[in-house]
């Protein structure tokens, strides 16, 4: 279960890293994103501990195979609370950046897996962005 007050300051933190990109505020985006990674190592193997907050910081991670690698436990935290929505979100993220890293078999795989969770979802946007990308990688 989601603690609300974890994923308003989560979601909060969020909007301030998209505002400092947009800004290119290099010096604001370092803090707010060292300020989310340690919520994140903070609530780790805690009742807080939820997927919400290692995606989100995934979202921002620039190198991409960090990224991978977070995105790689918030999925495993999904797995844990069989969060099928979370599951699914977070193998398309995985997705992309395997595709970045010319992973495309793996990308391939883990988009099959997404298309599974996302099988009962009532996100019809994020169906529709899997479907799309699985599409053009076995077609193309």
């Known amino acids: 279960m989601l603690n609300t007050r974890l994923y308003k300051s989560v979601h909060t933190l969020a909007e301030k890293l998209v505002e400092a990109a947009d800004k290119e505020d290099r010096e604001t985006f370092d803090a707010l994103y060292a300020e989310l990674k340690a919520i994140c190592i903070e609530n780790e193997g805690t009742e807080k501990d939820h997927p919400v907050q290692w995606e989100t910081l995934a979202d921002f991670t620039e190198e991409v195979e960090d990224a991978v690698d977070v995105y790689e436990k918030a999925l495993a935290k999904a797995v844990?609370?069989?969060?099928k929505d979370y599951m699914a979100s977070i193998a398309y993220s995985?997705?992309?950046?395997?595709?970045?890293?010319g992973q495309t078999d793996e990308a391939i795989k883990r988009l099959q897996d997404a298309k599974i969770n996302a099988n009962k979802s009532e996100?019809?946007?994020?169906?529709?962005?899997?479907?799309?990308l699985l599409a053009t990688l076995v077609e193309g």
């Open 80 to 83: 844990d609370i069989n969060e």
């Open 94 to 101: 995985i997705a992309t950046l395997l595709i970045e890293l």
């Open 123 to 132: 996100d019809t946007e994020l169906k529709a962005d899997i479907e799309a």
